[in-house]
């Protein structure tokens, strides 16, 4: 039977969870797993670790279900350990990489943040955080390989849940590696779509694309603008701002779709969304919502929210039209 006191030696052992996994990726234990369970010492000669400590990496992974440790010493990949493979088609290398590494350091300043208020990440680091990732080109393509991972798995579940079959173009502000863009246009082949950022992201993009800055002007005209986890890296004042100028380049008929993670309203209701909120507070200056916080700000935009389509990936398709006089 699990006490309390169990349930909360688990959550303040969460950071061996985190480092444990950190290690697996970094070393490439799945990968060098793949083929047959191994034993520690044979391990540790192919991934350069030593062997004592690796022996005691591999059975805390198998404490947690990512290994298994056989009787006869040796310890085998499970359907946790799996995902951790670079070449799983759902692999979660990436993002594991991203938190054992990069988002990890954050929260040495989330005590102070939330005595005084900032961002956990800049109080730790001197920096914000994408200026951070300028200067350390590894850590950036961490974190970029983990916000591709996850943007695919949000790509097949917002294509599967809303229709976008009614509109005869469509920008994708923000858009980066247009991954969702892509999606959109493979599903809906009458469709004309357009990848919008920054100049320099968008510079070798196979997709019909133009560069500029969403803080003051986005194409206009389209049947629909669409906007996919932009909105959450922003406070209200600056999400407002881009709200505003997506509202100007829009044609009274146009629909504004925002892809989102909404906030519950009690957080045992979606401790998911919640986790995330978390990584905007600890990383930038951004935040989750709630529907009712939606709904203020798009109208502070001159947009009035229509519907929300919940879909599979742990994201929700926000609706919206220009409101009356907006």
Same mark, same amino acid.
């Given at each position: 039977m699990t006490t309390p006191a169990d349930a909360l030696s688990r959550l303040a052992d969460g950071y061996l969870a985190t480092q444990l996994l950190h290690v697996a990726v970094e070393l490439r234990l799945p990968e060098a797993l793949a083929a047959r369970p191994r034993r520690a010492a044979e391990l540790a000669d192919e991934v350069g670790a030593d062997r004592a400590v690796?022996?005691?990496?591999?059975r805390g992974l198998a404490a947690d279900g990512v290994l298994d440790e056989l009787p006869d010493g040796r310890f085998a990949r499970t359907p946790l350990g799996e995902l951790l493979d670079a070449g799983h088609p759902s692999s979660m290398r990436g993002a594991v990489r991203a938190r054992g590494g990069l988002y990890y350091t954050a929260l040495a300043g989330l005590l102070a943040a939330t005595r005084t208020g900032g961002t956990p990440f800049e109080l730790a680091h001197g920096r914000p955080f994408?200026?951070?990732? $300028?200067?350390?080109? +590894?850590?950036?393509?961490?974190?970029?390989a983990s916000m591709v991972a996850r943007s695919r798995? +949000?790509?097949?579940?917002?294509? $599967?849940?809303?229709?976008f079959s009614g509109f005869g173009t469509l920008v994708d502000v923000g858009g980066g590696p247009g991954l969702l863009l892509a999606a959109v246009l493979a599903a809906n082949p009458a469709l004309s779509g357009t990848l919008f950022d920054r100049p320099e992201v968008v510079a070798g993009a196979t997709l019909p694309h133009v560069g500029g800055d969403f803080f003051t002007r986005v194409p206009p005209g389209a049947d629909a603008y669409l906007l996919s986890r932009v909105i959450h890296d922003w406070d209200d004042a600056e999400a407002t701002t881009i709200l505003r100028t997506c509202r100007r380049a829009m044609p009274d008929t146009a629909v504004l779709l925002l892809v989102e993670a909404l906030l519950p309203e009690r957080a045992v209701d979606d401790p998911a969304a919640v986790r995330m909120d978390l990584h905007m507070l600890a990383l930038l200056h951004g935040r989750e919502r709630t529907r009712r916080e939606y709904a203020r700000l798009l109208e502070g935009a001159g947009l009035?929210? +229509?519907r929300v389509v919940p879909t599979t990936g742990g994201v929700h398709v926000i609706e919206a039209c220009p409101a009356a006089g907006g």
């Open positions: 690796l022996h005691r990496v591999l994408f200026a951070h990732l $300028a200067a350390h080109p +590894e850590q950036g393509a961490a974190f970029q798995r +949000e790509a097949a579940a917002v294509v $599967a849940a809303y229709d009035r929210l +229509e």
